[in-house]
T-cell receptor, first 114, second 110 residues
């Protein structure tokens, strides 16, 4: 079992829908991350929150909107997605800082856009 | 040129073999070096991490970092079918970002 929990595990949505992905960690970490992973590819960084503030946005389209309500929770709000957005969305957490302690990943949400 | 290059595989070995997985990198600022194991339909699982050069052992797994050569390795002794997975190397040295290799898919045949 992972210590980073993501819900839902699977999500199918139409291009006009609005949905949210949720992530929760109880490791006391103060940095949280969203990644997108396509099949047979490594994770691709989307957003980084450090101490609940957005510190990195890797030029992600505005149809993806992250939110960090507190130090344990991370959300990713989805709206008007495209078929190419179908992927595994991974959440990770770590201690923040320049040394960027190793990240711990959840099992992801597998997203399919119809 | 990519910052991190990982031997692409796929790699297929018989049960009990010693497996060597390797990555090279170009960024001298990298300080933390990680190996993740990812099973199908699961998230990456942190296997080993090392800071700077040296060796680290954990059971059947040994991670080696040679900063002078910009080369890292993961060795798996007495490989088991349950070790069949994709292995990702990752490195960090800048604030908030890790750089991943493309992964090596390993199959251990009984």
């Amino acid at each position: 079992d992972t210590e980073v929990t993501q819900t839902p595990k699977h999500l199918v949505m139409g291009m006009t829908n609005k949905k949210s992905l949720k992530c929760e960690q109880h490791m006391g970490h103060r940095a949280m991350y969203w990644y997108k992973q396509k099949a047979k590819k490594p994770p691709e960084l989307m957003f980084v929150y450090s101490y609940e503030k957005l510190s990195i946005n890797e030029s992600v389209p505005s149809r993806f909107s992250p939110e960090c309500p507190n130090s344990s929770l991370l959300n990713l709000h989805l709206h008007a997605l495209q078929p190419e957005d179908s992927a595994l969305y991974l959440c990770a957490s770590s201690q923040p800082g320049y040394s960027n302690q190793p990240q711990h990943f959840g099992d992801g949400t597998r997203l399919s856009i119809l | 040129q990519k910052e991190v290059e990982q031997d692409p595989g796929p790699l297929s070995v018989p049960e009990g073999a010693i497996v060597s997985l390797n990555c090279t990198y170009s960024n001298s600022a990298f300080q933390y070096f990680m190996w993740y194991r990812q099973y199908s339909r699961k998230g990456p699982e942190l296997l080993m991490y090392t800071y700077s050069s040296g060796n680290k052992e954990d059971g059947r797994f040994t991670a080696q970092v040679d900063k002078s050569s910009k080369y890292i390795s993961l060795f798996i002794r007495d490989s088991q079918p349950s070790d069949s997975a994709t292995y990702l190397c990752a490195m960090t040295g800048g604030a908030g970002k890790s750089t991943f290799g493309d992964g090596t898919t390993l199959t251990v045949k009984p």
